[in-house]
């Protein structure tokens, strides 16, 4: 069993930055595919970001070159860097671990509490 718990969220102007935290604790997250994925009011859950076991990463095309996923497992945390925000990154962000390298959501086993992102224009 895993407990994953995001913080970092928080309101920001657009072109502003936030860092997400995912910390761990239950298992190890180097053990896992660690991912970022995102909801915004009346839309289905999207994937945002993914970094496998081995340090592979993806990310969703709407995120490329703004947004960095990283791990640090001596922390067991997982982070997402978020820069150059834009509204339409408003949205509750969910971390996620699973066994699987996979952008959908389905797959991952284990998910946090969400962390509400709002970037005002």
């Known amino acids: 069993q895993v407990h994953l718990a995001e913080s970092g969220g928080g309101l920001v102007q657009a072109g502003g930055s936030l860092r997400l935290s995912c910390a761990a604790s239950g298992r190890n997250v180097s053990d896992y595919v660690v991912s970022w994925f995102r909801q915004a009011p009346g839309q289905e859950r999207e994937f945002v970001a993914v970094l496998g076991r081995s340090g592979a990463i993806d990310y969703a095309d709407s995120v490329k070159g703004r947004f960095t996923i990283s791990r640090d497992n001596a922390k067991n945390t997982g982070y997402m860097q978020m820069d150059s925000l834009k509204p339409e990154d408003t949205a509750v962000y969910y971390c996620?671990?699973?066994?699987?390298?996979?952008?959908?959501?389905?797959?991952?086993?284990?998910w946090g509490q969400g962390t509400q992102v709002t970037v005002s224009s």
């Open positions: 996620a671990v699973g066994g699987i390298y996979t952008t959908r959501a389905k797959f991952y086993n284990y």
